[in-house]
Structures are given as C-alpha cells and as structure tokens.
C-alpha cells in the first residue's frame, strides 16, 4: 500500500475519481484512489448479469469539451458506437415524439388541449413570473403553464420526490441549455460554417451520440487498469473512515481508511474528492465547526434503482429510451440496452431492458425484495403496453444511493456555508456530482477533475465556474458575446435618418454652390434635372438651399425606412432562432433526469 506523502489521495472511483488519477499518471505523480464500492465507475458503471450488459441510466458519450473527447479516445480508441437518438415521451397513454411535431401533438393531445398549450405559451410570454426562483416557475416562463403541467410537472415530482415548487430553478437553468439568444445564434453561424460539425452544435441539439461497445462501465474499467499499471492503485472495497486535519495549518495530513476490516492511514500532499460533500464534512477529524457540519446534515440526495427484465423476444420497441409520465405506474424511465449496443445482449433472439425507479433510501420502494420489484416491473411494462409479463424470463435488481443531488429550498444556503469552509482548505478539492453537490453530466465532471489536476500542477482554476456556462472557457468561443451583440444591434432609427439626411442635404447643397462658382454658359445641366423632381429647385443660391430641404426629407425618409427594415428583419430572425433553440432543449431537458 503506498504510504507516501508526495502521493495524492483520491476519494472515490466514478468518472471524476478515476479521471484524475489517470491526468495525474500522464504527468507521473502517483495517486492512491479509495473506493468503497467493489466495482469502478460511479453511476456510469455497467452491470454484468448473467452476460447481460446494463447502465444504471443511459450514459450518452457527447461532448463540447476537446480534453474530455481527447481521453475517451485515447482509452477506447475504436470501441465506440455511433449511435441514433430516439427517444418518446409516454403520456395519457399515448407516445410523443420531441421535439414535438405537430401532427404527433396534435393528435395525440387533442385540437382544444393544443390551442390551451399554445395561448398558455404566449400568455406565459406576456405576463411572465417577475421572480424565477423555483423549476414551476422557471419552466412554465419558457413554455407556458399549460405545457408545464403536461409535460414537466409529473415526471420532474416523480423523479424528485418532492413539489416542483420546491425545486430551484438553478437546476433547470444547468439542465436545459441552449436558451441563450446569443449561443442560438451563435450557433448557427457556426453551423453554416463548419457544415455542422458536432463539437460546435448547441448539446441539446444532438441527434446522435457514441457510445462504448459494452457500454460506458467499460470506460471505467479500462481506466482503473491503465492507472493500476501505471504505479497507482485503485482499492476497491476500502471506505473513507475519517479525514485527517490539521485546524492549525488548515491542511489535511491523511485519509483514514477501512478496508477488510482492518484501518490503514493514507498520506499524501493534495486530496481530491468526489464523495457526497455530506459525507466528506462528516468524517473530518477533528470535527467541523457545528454550523457547517448542520449545512452538511440539510443537504439531500434522490436515490435510484434499476429493474433489468430479461425478454425472450428479440425486437420490443425502437427508442434507445422511454420517459414515463404516467401517475398510475411508478417507473419512470424505460431503457432499451440492444437499442443502445446489440453487443449488451449475449442473445440476439432476446432483449434486456431496465427500468429506472427514483426513491428515497429506505422508503417502500428502495426496501421492496428484489423478486417483488420484478414483478412490479413486469406488470408496469405490461400496463404500458411494452411487453408481456409472460415473456420475462429473468430480472436484476441494482440500487444506487445518493445518484442525484437535491436542489431543493435549502440546498443553495447551506452548500454556501459548506464551501466557505472547504476553501480554507489548502490541499483538498472537490470533484464530480456528488463531490460539488452540482448535477453535472459525465464529461463536466470529468473537467473538474482535469483542472483539479492542473490545480496540483501549479494552476489556478475555479472549479465551480465548470458547468455555470455552456463552455467553461468563455474567451475560446469562436465568435464572442461581444462581436455578435454589435452585429445584431439594433439600428437607431432617428439617429441614421438624421445623419443621412443630412449628409445627402449637404451634397446636393455643395454640389450646387460648386457649380454655380465654377461658372460658364450651361451651368450643371446634369444637376438642373433635379428640377424635375424637386419643385422649385434651380442652380441658383436659393435652389441650393431648396436642395438642402428635399435631400435632407427624402435621406431622413429612406435612412428612416432602412433602419425599421433591418431591425425587423433582425428581430424576427433572433426571435425565431431563440424560440427554436427552446423547443430544442424541451427534447434533451428529459435526458438530465
């Protein structure tokens, strides 16, 4: 077991755990990784049964971020998928595609429900909630009430456990991107670019994604071998027992671990952890200060489990995964393994699917047998139409505490108390979901962890500006916030009537007070024809101020008109664009769940 001080100690094996420990072998400082878990990967693992392959979720492999994309190349290489995206949303016993298209909606909803979506989506444009402080709030200023109540408010309470009116909207704001104007259209001028290449498109506008041939788990487990062989060690198995540190020097010395029953103390220079930060301030010893450790205890986590059903039939339905908002079942998602890789069934004259139920640790749900949560599946996907009890043949069960971090009315207080704290710190950082108490995604969690690793090297990142963005790097964007809010301003009308009334005024003026010093026998013949359109205009001093009047009226007229036109123009193509890039997240914003 290394026991050296220069190591760094790493709390946790999922995407952010393991990402630093292979950063940190590639620049040959060696880590000590502690896992509790007797298998790598976190949620994004992959389960193994019977040879049947299953996610606990579905893990896309899409990113906007170079290093990330980089480092699943350099694992995997060429053991990735390129995959079609279709998914449906199940409601009123009946299937939605989304973004929604017309007819599907308008068949499925009903012409009278559809007109009440559509004036609620105008009404919630007009008369918008001052305040966004909560997901309903939020949501329904986006969408309307009326598509809120439809399509947001039962999943999002199913999925959460508690009243949408209770959820921050910072949430949602991290979850639904691509609602910036400036990002919609920035967007599409890259798109017409760069022929819509994937690493410029807005991430909730995929249709496609890669995804590893046996599923992300295999990432994982790749990763903590190469780390392993690169003079590191991955223990699995081996749970945080307590987090040395020093009140004085505001450092921690070590990580107390416990690990086939017995306790071993692990040194190192710098720690990083992507723990629960509930369970991190927990574990200090010498204990925290009283008020942070109570902002530790308030903070929440929804917990998870899958029902993997084993079918004996090779075809079910064509999406790779189906959201459910029905309140007569209580599954929430439908995943479709073959759909996602045909190499996760061993058989191909059969199917695997998991069903994704959202629970708290210890209620009914999550304390339910394994066999009963089978036949509760069997019997829900029978109710939904998706399958026939009697072709399930075998079922897995696989719970996961603390998969998603609330965002409930306290969360936001209390994480500010807990990283006052932790700032002081020197030599810790935190990483990934659980670790930041922050809904990130795979690859932004897996950037945390990247510059946690420049952070050791000498850097000086802020780990939490990751995510708060589309792009963590602002300033590398291809066309700046500022060049395009100068291109798409808005023209002032008066201001450019004036100037080029006076500018054409002023020509015909001069021009006219020229010729009539220049002289000779015909003076300005060309000149005289404005006569002909500006009555009582000759080459004279007086027809020059006469021509002053009518050039100034006619430039102010047409400097007037050209600016209304463009700003027209303007406005309904940022407006139009705006409005797509909302429908278009509405598709990926379930995908967060």
């Known amino acids: ?18 990402t630093a420990a292979y950063q940190l ?15 790598v990967g976190g949620i994004s693992r992959t389960v193994n049964y019977k040879n049947y392959l299953f996610d606990i979720g ?20 060429d053991d990735f998928l390129r995959r079609s995206r279709m998914s449906r949303i199940y409601y009123n016993k009946k299937f939605f595609h989304y973004p929604l298209r017309p007819l599907n909606a308008l068949t499925g909803l009903g012409i009278c429900n559809s007109a009440m979506i559509l004036f609620s989506y105008f009404y919630s444009h007009l008369f918008p909630y001052n305040q966004e402080e909560t997901f309903e709030q939020w949501v329904s200023n986006r969408f309307g009430r009326r598509l809120y109540n439809t399509f947001f408010k039962t999943y999002t ?3 959460w456990g508690i009243p949408c009116s209770e959820i921050r909207a910072e949430w949602a704001a991290q979850r639904i991107k691509g609602l910036s104007l400036m990002s919609a259209v920035r967007n599409a001028l890259i798109n017409q670019n760069r022929s819509g290449k994937g690493h410029d498109v807005i991430k909730t506008l995929i249709d496609s994604f890669e995804y590893p041939r046996l599923g992300p788990g295999m990432l994982w487990d790749t990763v903590a071998r190469m780390v392993n062989n690169n003079g590191s060690e991955v223990c699995l198995g081996a749970e945080v027992d307590g987090i040395l540190w020093n009140k004085e020097s505001q450092r921690i010395d070590a990580v107390e671990m416990l690990r086939n029953g017995q306790n071993k103390i692990i040194r190192g220079s710098d720690f990083i952890s992507s723990m629960p930060v509930r369970e991190l301030i927990q574990k200090f010893r010498p204990a925290v200060p009283e008020d942070v450790l109570q902002a530790a205890n308030t903070l929440s986590y929804r917990d998870f489990l ?4 084993i079918v004996n039939k090779p075809e079910l339905f064509p999406d790779n995964w189906i959201y459910v908002h029905d309140p007569d079942v209580k599954v929430g998602r439908v995943q479709n393994f073959k759909n996602w890789s045909p190499y996760m069934v061993p058989d191909e004259r059969k199917s695997c699917v998991g069903l994704e139920y959202f629970c708290f640790e210890g209620d009914e749900l999550w304390s339910a047998s394994d066999d009963d949560l089978i036949e509760l599946g069997k019997r829900e996907m029978e109710q939904l139409g998706l399958l026939k009890s009697s072709d399930v043949e075998d079922g897995s069960v696989v719970r996961m505490k603390k998969a998603y971090p609330s965002y409930d009315s306290k969360y936001k207080d209390m994480l500010a108390v807990i990283r006052k704290f932790l700032d002081g710190i020197k030599n810790l950082q935190l990483v990934g979901r659980n670790g930041m108490h922050r809904y990130n995604n795979q690859d932004h969690s897996m950037l945390t962890a990247m510059l946690a690793v420049e952070n050791i090297q000498g850097a000086h990142h802020d780990l939490w500006k990751v995510n708060e963005e589309q792009e963590y790097h602002e300033e590398q964007k291809v066309i700046s916030d500022e060049v395009m809010i100068k291109t798409f301003a808005r023209i002032d009308k008066l201001g450019l009537a004036t100037a080029l009334g006076t500018v054409s005024g002023a020509l015909i003026f001069i021009a006219t007070l020229w010729l009539i010093i220049k002289g000779g026998e015909v003076v300005g013949p060309r000149l005289q024809l404005l006569g002909q359109y500006f009555i009582g205009y000759t080459v004279t001093v007086k027809g020059a101020f006469i021509g002053l009047g009518y050039g100034f009226g006619w430039g102010f007229l047409v400097g007037w008109m050209f600016a ?7 406005a309904s193509y940022l407006y139009g664009m705006k409005k797509k890039a909302e429908m278009l997240s509405f598709r990926d914003f379930l995908d967060h769940f």
């Open 564 to 570: 209304y036109l463009r700003n027209l123009i303007i």
């Open 58 to 77: 579905g893990h896309r492999f899409f990113t906007k971020i170079k290093e990330v994309e980089d480092m699943w190349k350099e694992v995997l290489e």
């Open 25 to 39: 072998s590639k620049v040959g400082r060696e880590s000590v990784v502690i896992e509790k878990d007797r298998v």
């Open 157 to 159: 309470e199913k999925v």
């Open 1 to 18: 077991m290394p026991n050296d001080n220069n190591k760094v100690v790493i709390i946790g094996a999922g995407p952010a755990g393991l």
């Open 306 to 309: 899958t029902v993997a059903l």
